[in-house]
């Protein structure tokens, strides 16, 4: 009997039109997530202004979301390997939605931060978006394809910064609020053509609706299934147990062995999930990348609020004043929407490099290079000089993001994928909840050097870290 998987279903029919609803719909999910958190760089200063809080509770009102961000992480990845793609997306989605406009009613600062938190609990489903993109695309195609994908988030950055400085100046920060959770809800009435992961239905031997969602992308993308029945790779690294009743015989061997041990069915553990991501085969890779996972976000994040408060530092600690954010002063836009779009050319870098060089040299390449800009930050330099340098930095801070993003799912097998991913997600969020405090809290403080120097340490160990990934990825089939 003539077999094939869904890594030789999707090679044979490549990437069409399905593939690009899956990018859209995906994308603008990643769109929403990131005006989400470059909202944080702007609604903070304004805040602040308002109700006079000091600048810990400034500080504060970031790390909630990066708090609640890394709960929504573990939880909606857990979500999403057990009743499907799309049940995490769903509800991920509906979360944020509500909890985003409700957050622009807020009454007072705790009722803001409470439900900062739980805005930053639903987008921690967003890893989602890229597992289940990625899940449809051929392996030959996966790295061009992500790095077109993450356009996106940039879009969405590049979103935020114009509409903060437009609705700023005439409006109120609580506009802002609302307007940012807009995409999110626009995703709403357009989950029902949205396709389930085929190797997720597949990983749970729904080899049936797999198969349908196959023919679906075939129909779609005018192309033609290849011959025979669809079978789930074994792994290796599972021990199957005999099975032994009459319709059993009639399964395709490999459908018959995705029944067993590494599926995760709804019945399933976290327990399991955590013990197969820690098992021999992958902790050296589960360990690692939660500490590039950490570092990246700890810089890109901490990039982000770099850019909305080193000019003023400079300026309020060179001349020994207090930090004054002025209602007029629209530098922090100007400078946020100019680093905000040096996310393209780093996009384009890793682009062409994770195609010439693979997925870890990319990474450390990337890393070393943002500590070569982000070095000169040390001493007071001037506006022009440190937008240059933040320019720089941010290039290769989202290229490196966006490398690691595409390597993790390349790692786990379907069956922990969504679980892997989340929980390094997670971890990349504790990054997100210090940086803050570097970013802002040191930096008012009038310690830009020490600030600096955090991110350089941090930066230069990712970077070794990457080297000790034990396998490249480039090429091979999704397990």
């Known amino acids: 009997m003539e077999t094939y998987t869904t890594d030789d279903a999707l090679t044979a029919m490549g990437f069409g039109k399905l593939q690009g609803l899956v990018l859209v719909y995906a994308g603008m999910g990643w769109v929403a997530e990131a005006m989400e958190v470059m909202l944080l760089s702007f609604v903070g200063p304004l805040i602040r202004e308002e109700w006079k809080i000091s600048a810990q509770d400034e500080s504060l009102l970031s790390s909630v979301v990066f708090l609640g961000m890394l709960i929504g992480a573990c939880g909606w990845g857990y979500v999403s390997d057990k009743y499907g793609r799309r049940t995490g997306l769903l509800f991920s989605t509906l979360f944020t939605t509500g909890m985003g406009f409700l957050s622009a009613l807020s009454p007072n600062y705790l009722s803001l931060m409470a439900l900062r938190f739980l805005v930053g609990v639903g987008l921690g489903g967003s890893h989602v978006y890229s597992s289940w993109f990625l899940e449809f695309v051929p392996a030959q195609n996966r790295g061009f394809w992500m790095i077109i994908f993450s356009f996106f988030w940039t879009t969405g950055t590049v979103l935020e910064a114009s509409l903060a400085w437009i609705v700023v100046s005439t409006l109120t920060w609580r ?16 989950f029902g053509i949205t396709p389930e992961s085929p190797r997720y239905l597949c990983a749970q031997n729904r080899m049936s609706d797999a198969t349908l969602v196959l023919e679906r992308i075939a129909e779609t993308n005018q192309a033609a299934l290849p011959p025979g029945v669809l079978v789930y790779p074994r792994d290796d690294e599972v021990d199957h147990s005999a099975l032994t009743s009459e319709a059993d015989h009639l399964l395709p061997l490999r459908e018959k062995e995705c029944t067993d041990d590494d ?24 360990l690692l990348l939660w500490f590039v996972f950490y570092a990246n976000s700890f810089a890109y994040y901490g990039l982000v609020l770099l850019t909305a408060q080193l000019s003023n530092a400079n300026r309020s600690c060179a001349s020994g004043l207090k930090y004054v954010k002025s209602e007029t002063d629209t530098s922090l836009y100007k400078d946020t929407f100019v680093t905000s779009l040096a996310e393209i050319p780093g996009l384009i ?75 390094a997600t997670a971890m990349g969020r504790v990054g997100g909840i210090i940086c803050p405090l570097v970013a802002v809290g040191m930096l008012r403080s009038c310690h830009q050097m020490e600030a600096i120097l955090v991110f350089e340490v941090v930066l230069f160990l990712a970077a070794i870290a990457c080297m000790l990934f034990p396998f490249e990825t480039k090429g091979r089939a999704m397990t």
Request: aromatic share 12%.
């Open 263 to 286: 599926v995760i069915s709804p019945k399933s553990g976290s327990a399991a999930a955590l013990r197969s991501l820690l098992s021999r085969k992958l902790r050296r890779s589960t």
């Open 349 to 423: 870098a890793s682009a062409v490099l994770v195609e010439w060089f693979g997925r870890k040299a990319t990474m450390w390449c990337l890393l070393f290079t943002c500590c070569g800009f982000l070095g000169p930050l040390v001493l007071y330099q001037s506006e022009l000089w440190t937008t240059g340098l933040l320019f720089g930095a941010r290039a290769c801070a989202m290229g490196s993001y966006t490398v690691v993003c595409l390597y993790a799912p390349e790692v786990y097998p379907t069956s922990v994928r969504s679980t892997g991913v989340g929980i």
């Open 175 to 190: 506009w802002l609020l609302a307007l940012t959770a807009i995409p999110c809800f626009l995703l709403l009435p357009f």
